[in-house]
């Protein structure tokens, strides 16, 4: 059974940054594709940004591109998402997932509550 824990989010004026952190237990990932997703009181579930499978290429939601980076560490089971020059209209849920083998996100972490103030 695979677990994923996400950690990292809170409270932040626009403009400022978070990270989060997603470890992944109960299996290894290193070709996983890897993401992030986030979802807003009254919305649907986005995509934020996520490693393919095979575990190199990334993609990002365009409305994150240039401010989100998202990395892994295979050693630790981990991924992060650095989150720069935060928008109020970045608040959300943030939920990392996992797709091993590269059809459909099938693993879900609780989720992180990110918040981003005017």
């Known amino acids: 059974q695979v677990q994923l824990v996400e950690s990292g989010g809170g409270l932040v004026q626009a403009g400022g940054s978070l990270r989060l952190s997603c470890v992944a237990s109960?299996?290894?990932?290193?070709?996983?594709?890897m993401g992030w997703f986030r979802q807003a009181p009254g919305r649907e579930r986005e995509f934020v940004a996520g490693f393919h499978w095979g575990g190199a290429n990334t993609d990002y939601a365009d409305s994150v591109k240039g401010r989100f980076t998202i990395s892994r560490e295979n050693a630790k089971n981990s991924v992060y998402l650095q989150m720069n020059s935060l928008k109020v209209e970045d608040t959300a849920v943030y939920y990392c997932s996992a797709n091993p083998t590269g059809k459909e996100y099938v693993y879900w972490g609780q989720g992180t509550q990110v918040t981003v103030s005017s």
């Open positions: 109960g299996r290894t990932f290193s070709t996983w594709a």
